[in-house]
């Protein structure tokens, strides 16, 4: 059974940072391609990072050079570092396979405030 475990979100304040994990069991991060989504209130999912199977990586353009996504193959597990952090970046956050999303997990909230 596929699960991931998003973690890490909090309220920050404007120019702060954080560090969101992924944990997934039942699929492995280090040979899928995989990336973060966030979502706000009545909107869409938007993609914000992938990293590929060859670890190259994809960023939206209003994250580019703030945010970096990782993964540690030995914890199976995804990161999103989010430096910078702007009010607009507030959002529930989400990790999935990125060519063929599996189950969503619960999300983690990231709140900034300016």
């Known amino acids: 059974q596929v699960q991931l475990v998003e973690s890490g979100g909090d309220l920050v304040q404007a120019g702060g940072s954080l560090r969101l994990s992924c944990a997934a069991s039942?699929?492995?991060?280090?040979?899928?391609?995989m990336a973060w989504y966030r979502q706000t209130p009545g909107k869409q999912r938007d993609l914000v990072a992938r990293i590929g199977s060859g670890d190259s990586t994809n960023y939206a353009d209003s994250v580019k050079g703030r945010f970096t996504i990782s993964r540690d193959s030995a914890k199976n597990t995804v990161y999103l570092q989010m430096n910078s952090l702007k009010s607009e970046d507030t959002a529930v956050y989400y990790c999935?396979?990125?060519?063929?999303?599996?189950?969503w997990g619960q999300g983690t909230q990231v709140t900034v405030s300016s």
């Open positions: 039942g699929i492995s991060v280090s040979i899928n391609a």
């Open positions: 999935n396979r990125f060519y063929a999303n599996v189950n």
